[in-house]
């Protein structure tokens, strides 16, 4: 829901809320004034008539459908003037109506005459139906205006607001420039202005950095290391002792695991930097079919069945590299973390890309094998960054990936769409 | 064979200086792009082993240069920068094959080899080495002129110890050389091991020498004195 609609709705639902209590009031004032005004005007009259009597006018020669005169025995005190609801028949309209009586009583000329002189009242339902109508005409005004200019005015106000919005969905880290704002004179949003302002800059440029130490990573740890792998090779090769051959041994292991664990790094920064871009149609049947042959002595060595079901039209939009490395590492990992004479099983189909293989029984929910660093096995050469990597491939390319034990076998499954 | 090495790291230069001219190979080198330049432009050369991040610029200019001057020598590209684009970039420009860095020096020499081979003789060359006959474009090992039934991987093993002959070659570089980039933690998981242990099955099966010897677990060298 907008926010200017939100608005609104409270707006109206609040004006409703005081429109209705406003609407009790004035209709009780005008009930009351109304009365009052009547009852005044009754008066002047009975009093217009009383006087008539005294200059000599014959009561029963003044009476009409309104005025009432009766003579009531002169001892009785003098009534006060007093109203009343009365029904009373009203002549033009040919009906008994609700009307109000105002009666007095007076003596003239050692008589003593009660006059009573009627009115017709304003019905409590044509008040009701005034004040609603009313009412009802100001919030129709209100509901008008409100709509129209609410809109209008809250366009204009917000318009900084809309325009931060829009400059942050649109900031991208490709095109590497920080998000600018105008000055639009609203404290608050200037706040918020400016604190994207600075935020949109930090992000650039821990992303740069990131980048950048991607970028010398490799080259940067690389160099030194491919030097004490060629110094150590150089060792292997003069006169050592056994003891001299363990130490070369695991120097030598363990340059290599720095090795792996910073091209694979490598890799991930890559891939999540979106790198890899220009992908190709490719033929992701062939792919496999390709890395099965490389692999295929490495399966036949470890007693390892292998099935397969591979759709041989299988068209996938994919950087050729990454098509590798992603089958490299799964059919890699399939092997590796077999069992003698376990088995393989390889399903492909535009859909989806299955790959079951036989192993140890994973220990903790196998789905954690995908994060970096979390290795299924106690192998210690495996450096538990093949399945992040894969992962990661498949966020890139909006593939989704499950990994799931199932009946003795490990299964992981890539859907494609 | 005489090659010019442009690298600008001296610890690395000598690592393959030292590896390269125990093979009987004359490495001259060059520490950036300038020297290079004027070494390639006045000697004659096999092969330029080119690093791509050169102080004074990118080693992609001194392909340029040797393709537009139309020198004659071979190119083998060693770059850190193991970017598929710069890889594929310099493939296309004419260099005969790229190495990324950190690479086994063992390795390097193979392929270094594979290139002087193709040049000289169109890969239609024999290695005869005792009683063992390699014919690479036929992928055929013969021992005593025998025929042996190797495996495709079998034969890259076998052409890359006789290449390394009197080298310890780690498992982790056999690895490497045999399934390529990705899948060097093989090494630890035996496969090595089953593959040396086949080739030299077949080797003195065919009556061959067991030329090739397990070192202190680190792994294996081809060993031409075995007696």
């Known amino acids: ?57 014959p009561p029963n020669r003044l009476l009409y459908d309104k005025l009432e005169i009766t003579e009531i025995p002169f001892d009785l005190p003098i009534e006060e003037l007093h109203l009343r609801d009365t029904l009373a028949y009203h002549d033009p309209m040919n009906r008994n109506e609700i009307q109000l009586k105002a009666s007095k009583s007076y003596k003239i000329d050692g008589k003593h005459y009660r006059i009573s002189y009627y009115n017709l009242v304003v019905e409590a339902d044509d008040i009701t139906e005034t004040v609603v109508v009313t009412m009802l005409s100001v919030f129709a005004i209100q509901l008008v205006f409100i709509g129209i200019f609410f809109r209008f005015i809250s366009k204009k106000i917000l318009s900084p607001f809309h325009k931060s919005l829009d400059a942050v969905q649109g900031f991208s880290f490709q095109k590497n420039e920080p998000l600018q704002f105008t000055k639009n004179g609203i404290s608050e949003f200037e706040k918020l202005n400016e604190f994207l302002e600075r935020m949109s800059k930090k992000l650039l440029t821990d992303y740069r950095q990131i980048k950048e130490f991607s970028e010398n990573l490799s080259h940067e740890i690389q160099t030194p290391s491919a030097v004490i792998r060629g110094k150590l090779e150089h060792l292997m090769n003069g006169e050592i002792t056994g003891e001299q051959a363990d130490l070369i041994h695991s120097a030598y292991q363990n ?88 088995s393989i099983h390889i399903e492909l189909n535009p859909d989806h890309l299955r790959i079951e293989n036989s192993g140890k029984a994973p220990k903790n929910d ?35 990936i499950f990994y799931y034990y199932e009946n003795n076998m490990h299964v992981i499954r890539i859907l494609f769409r | 064979m005489k090659i010019l090495l442009v690298e600008d790291n001296p610890e690395l230069t000598q690592n393959v200086v030292n590896y390269l001219s125990g093979e009987g190979i ?48 071979s190119v083998l590209i060693i770059s850190a920068k193991d970017a598929l684009d710069d890889r594929l970039r310099g493939l296309d420009e004419g260099a005969d094959d790229y190495l990324p860095k950190p690479f086994h020096l063992s390795e390097l020499l193979a392929r270094l080899k594979a290139i002087f081979r193709r040049s000289k003789t169109g890969g239609f060359d024999e290695i005869v080495f005792n009683e063992i006959t390699i014919e690479i474009h036929q992928l055929l090992a013969k021992v005593n ?30 690895a490497q050389h045999l399934w390529g980039d990705y899948t060097d933690d093989l090494a630890n998981f035996d496969f090595v091991y089953q593959h040396v242990k086949n080739l030299r099955k077949k080797i003195t099966g065919a009556g ?9 677990g680190i792994g294996y060298k081809f060993d031409p004195l075995v007696s």
């Open chain 1, 1 to 57: 829901m907008q926010l200017i609609n939100i608005i609104t709705l409270w707006y109206l639902g609040i004006t409703l809320a005081a429109l209705l209590v406003g609407g009790f009031f004035i209709y009780n004032k005008l009930g009351s004034e109304i009365d009052f005004e009547l009852g005044m005007e009754l008066t002047r009259e009975i009093d217009a008539y009383a006087e008539r009597i005294e200059k000599g006018a």
């Open chain 1, 255 to 342: 340059n290599e695991r720095i090795n792996r664990i910073v091209r694979s790094l490598g890799m991930l920064a890559k891939l999540e930097n979106e790198e890899f871009e220009a992908p190709q149609t490719l033929n992701l049947s062939s792919y496999i079919q390709k890395t099965l042959d490389g692999l295929d002595e490495l399966i036949e060595m470890r007693s390892i069945q292998l099935s397969t079901e591979i759709d041989p039209m299988v068209w996938l939009e994919i950087h050729p590299f990454v098509a590798e490395v992603l089958l490299t590492n799964l059919i890699g990992n399939s092997i590796k973390h077999n069992i003698d004479h376990g």
């Open chain 1, 366 to 400: 196998p789905e954690e094998f995908l994060e970096r660093f979390k290795k299924g096995s106690e192998l210690p050469d495996s450096i538990g960054l093949g399945l992040a990597i894969v992962k990661q491939i498949c966020v890139n390319y909006g593939f989704r």
């Open chain 2, 26 to 73: 004359i490495c001259e080198t060059a520490q950036n792009l300038y020297e290079a330049q004027d070494k390639i432009l006045s000697f004659d050369y096999d092969c330029v082993l080119l690093d791509l991040m050169l102080p004074d610029g990118n080693g992609l200019e001194l392909l340029e240069i040797i393709k537009s001057q139309k020198i004659e020598t």
């Open chain 2, 145 to 174: 002129n025998q025929p042996l039934d190797l495996t495709k991987k079998e034969f890259d093993l076998l052409l890359f110890f006789i290449t390394n002959k009197n080298r310890v070659l780690g498992k982790q570089a056999i």
């Open chain 2, 208 to 216: 061959g020498k067991d030329y090739i010897s397990t070192v202190y």
